[in-house]
């Protein structure tokens, strides 16, 4: 019976990567000279820092462009809010791995009011879908790409 998990991840080696290149950047740019700017990574957590506000959405844009060259969606960051204080400013960047409770309902909604012959269980943070007919499969991979459900999805682990 044909299968494929649906999964949200980020290859953590990729955005250390793409953290590594932005900080390259940074540190080469004649706008940043002197000034203290960099991106600091700890588990699923970035920093951005820089002097002032408008550095650290500079700083965010060279971060999305590098994440993008890597393959990586920026749809699974959450952007916190901007803190200045002194001659810095700080903004924390949290990267969103792995299908919550509610998303894995609303996938499986989705995959329920399609009323194709598929069946649909979750399993910890991914959802797992099987049918009997591939194409049937493949029309719930579509349904899922349009739904724009605020997180990427991949879909893994195909079984013919």
């Known amino acids: ?13 990729e955005l250390s990567n793409a953290i ?3 900080n390259r950047e940074v540190s080469t740019r004649f706008d940043f000279k002197g000034s ?13 820092i820089a002097p002032a506000e408008f550095q650290i959405h500079q700083i965010f844009d060279i971060f999305q462009n590098k994440l993008s060259k890597r393959k990586i969606d920026a749809g699974c960051l959450e952007k916190g809010d901007i803190k200045e204080s002194n001659n810095e400013a700080r903004q924390i960047i949290i ?9 894995t309902r609303k996938v499986t909604k989705l995959i329920k009011e399609s009323k194709l012959k598929v069946q649909s269980t979750i399993q910890g943070d991914q959802v797992r879908v099987s049918g009997k007919k591939r194409d049937d499969l493949q029309e719930i991979m579509t349904i899922l790409k349009d739904a724009n ?12």
């Open 1 to 13: 019976m044909p299968s494929f998990d649906v999964v949200s991840e980020v290859n953590m080696h």
């Open 20 to 22: 590594d290149q932005t």
């Open 36 to 48: 203290n700017s960099r991106v600091e990574h700890k588990d699923e957590e970035i920093t951005l």
């Open 95 to 103: 990267v969103r791995q792995g299908l919550d409770k509610e998303l």
């Open 149 to 160: 459900l605020g997180l990427p999805l991949q879909y893994t682990n195909f079984r013919d």
